[in-house]
């Protein structure tokens, strides 16, 4: 009889923290201390995320704003099984004294990319700044040749 083969599976998690600043249309955005200076020049934003592997993948993507500029914040994320990205609106940090949204979480599942775009309200350009965490957790199976 022949050597009996096994998968053998591995789970990891991945962590990114990223601090952003987006300017709309070009404008440059005033960096915060440790932060990249980045413009929008794209439909989708500025890619903050890539998973070029092929492995299965869980994320926990969370963003938080730290400026009150009333542009609008728009997360897009790319999952293998849909064609185009979905995207949600993260809301400035201070709207008023009484409310402070600011920071939006989601989980998603096989995640391809994960964009940020800083989009002007009113047609007056603005800034968006703030902080992008991605947890990733994902599995990697090998076969074992012996």
């Known amino acids: 009889m022949g050597i009996r083969?096994?998968?053998?599976?591995?789970v990891e998690t991945h962590k990114a923290y990223l601090d952003f600043a987006l300017g709309?249309?070009?404008?440059?955005a005033?960096?915060?201390?440790?932060?990249?200076?980045?413009?929008?020049?794209?439909?989708?934003?500025r890619v903050f995320f890539e998973d070029k592997t092929h492995n299965h993948?869980?994320?926990?993507?969370?963003?938080?704003?730290?400026?009150?500029?009333?542009?609008?914040?728009?997360?897009?994320?790319k999952t293998r099984d849909r064609n185009e990205?979905?995207?949600?609106?993260?809301p400035a940090a201070v709207v008023n004294e009484y409310d402070h949204p600011g920071?939006?979480?989601m989980q998603v599942?096989?995640?391809?990319?994960?964009?940020?775009?800083?989009?002007?309200?009113?047609?007056?350009?603005?800034?968006?700044v703030g902080k992008l965490i991605i947890q990733k957790t994902f599995c990697i199976c090998c076969k074992n040749n012996g």
């Not at 005033?30 to 934003?45: E, F, L, Q, R, T």
Request: include cysteine; charged fraction near 15%.
């Open 5 to 10: 083969k096994h998968d053998q599976c591995f």
């Open 24 to 28: 709309y249309n070009n404008t440059p």
């Open 30 to 45: 005033p960096a915060p201390s440790g932060s990249m200076p980045i413009n929008s020049v794209v439909d989708y934003g």
């Open 57 to 77: 993948n869980k994320a926990l993507i969370v963003v938080k704003r730290t400026d009150a500029d009333p542009c609008k914040l728009r997360l897009f994320v």
């Open 85 to 90: 990205p979905f995207s949600q609106l993260i």
């Open 103 to 105: 920071s939006y979480a």
């Open 109 to 128: 599942e096989n995640v391809e990319w994960v964009s940020l775009a800083c989009e002007p309200t009113g047609g007056v350009p603005g800034y968006c």
